[in-house]
């Protein structure tokens, strides 16, 4: 609506919080199974791979916000540095990332409380999480970053303790070799390099959210300087406590095996601390989960945003801002009815849309990073090879896919392209080219 505005009211601890809540540390362990399965039990060493793979676009993300404080993220990048056609495609990708992430946490948390109480049927959590996730959203971002804030820190403390409970038992039990919990499982895969590969194209997942809070650009305080240290604070939390946690854990159990790969880490915790153990998990793990959905609900609302203003989405409807809240509401409204796949679709293929999304987009990040060194003529050796490294790595993980996703994911790429068509007159109306903000707007706190 004319006149109204995005809130310019978010802080650096604000927006790392929002960023963590959608990464979701705790994820590591609503996920467990699917990664531990994925990864052939290397746990360590595809979680390092993917943290290196993911620190190369990291790096990109935070050149570019610097030079474009606008919320978009990838979409508003690649708008500005390749073209306004391949800024509407990268849109389109995240978008499948950003719709997806929402409906993770929606079957997460109807799996681990159902497991947890059986009587109650899973679409009850889900859906109740997904009215109660669409409330807080549309009352606005302060209320959003503030729980997010709250729930991270629990979060970091459980994992922290975790860990602290896994050494203990270790010194007091007796740590097996490290050739028998790293080396020696490695070598009895039948072809370690592909293994590899393959678990880190899926264990990536628990590294993105990072890239979301460049859709927080136009309501953070002095975006220039926020947003990238927001992501670096963000990749290094996150890589230490994965990293740690992977590494104590491999060692601790060299074999795991399950009996429900979905809620494997409720047996992981049974394994480590008993009953006591599973309830504290099981009471953090829902905090997680909520904030993970309310964080990605909000980044996907905002992605919507950005596209409606600039016409590629109904403008009416996707670039209305409540009058009282500022907030989006008819597109947090919309990711909440498309979250309701949640009650039909297994959390494995939900992860695996989503990292395609995030893999595609991540690849044309770094070559947004690229193009515009190019065109700014300013030779910049380490960035550009930085992103060179970025675009290769995500090509790779891209490649290594199952057929489903990939199936999936180019579908859903080709469905844009007709829409493109359509928005486009066959490419014979170009679309509008991007408009930086007014730096005046942007420096207001």
């Known amino acids: 609506m004319a006149g109204i505005t995005l809130k310019r009211t978010l802080s650096l601890w604000q927006v790392t919080a929002l960023g963590l809540a959608w990464n979701t540390p705790m994820i590591y362990f609503s996920t467990f199974g699917i990664s531990y399965e994925s990864a052939s039990g290397q746990l360590f060493l595809t979680y390092a791979l993917s943290f290196f793979a993911i620190l190369f676009t990291g790096i990109s993300y935070a050149y570019l916000a610097k030079k474009m404080p606008i919320s978009g993220s990838a979409y508003t990048f690649a708008k500005a540095a390749l073209h306004p056609n391949a800024g509407f495609f990268v849109g389109w990708i995240v978008l499948l990332n950003y719709l997806f992430a929402p409906i993770i946490a929606c079957i997460t948390f ?177 905090m997680a989960i909520f904030t993970q959905g309310l964080a990605s609900m909000t980044a996907a609302s905002r992605l919507m945003y950005a596209m409606g203003r600039d016409g590629l989405l109904p403008k009416r409807l996707f670039a209305y801002l409540h009058r009282s809240y500022k907030t989006p509401v008819y597109n947090i409204l919309f990711a909440s009815c498309v979250s309701l796949i949640g009650l039909f679709l297994p959390i494995d293929s939900a992860m695996r849309f989503v990292n395609f999304g995030a893999l595609s987009s991540f690849f044309f990040v770094n070559l947004c990073v690229i193009s515009l060194i190019w065109k ?70």
């Open 110 to 286: 109807g799996v681990f409380l159902h497991a947890q109480f059986p009587t109650i049927p899973p679409f009850v959590w889900i859906i109740g999480l997904i009215v109660l996730l669409a409330a807080i959203a549309i009352k606005g971002i302060d209320a959003s970053a503030n729980i997010s804030a709250l729930f991270v820190s629990l979060q970091l403390l459980f994992i922290g303790f975790f860990a602290a409970f896994l050494i203990i038992k270790l010194v007091r039990s007796g740590a097996p070799p490290l050739a028998q919990a790293f080396s020696e499982p490695l070598i009895a895969l039948d072809d370690p390099a592909y293994a590899l590969l393959v678990g880190t194209s899926v264990v990536i997942f628990s590294f993105l959210g990072f890239d979301t809070i460049t859709t927080l650009s136009e309501e953070t305080k002095n975006p220039v300087k926020t947003i990238p240290r927001a992501i670096y604070l963000i990749l290094a939390i996150v890589g230490f406590f994965h990293l740690t946690s992977s590494f104590i854990i491999q060692f601790s159990f060299p074999a795991l095996s399950f009996l429900n790969i979905d809620s494997a880490a409720l047996e992981l915790m049974a394994a480590v601390g008993g009953r006591t153990l599973q309830i504290v998990f099981m009471a953090v793990l829902a």
């Open 376 to 445: 700014n003529k300013q030779p910049n050796v380490l960035n550009s090879f930085l992103a060179s490294a970025g675009a290769l790595t995500m090509f790779a993980l891209i490649a290594s896919l199952d057929t489903i996703t990939l199936t999936v994911g180019f579908s859903w790429i080709g469905f844009g392209f007709t829409y493109l068509l359509y928005l486009t007159k066959a490419f014979q109306k170009p679309l509008a080219p991007w408009q930086p903000l007014p730096k005046e707007t942007i420096r207001a706190s």
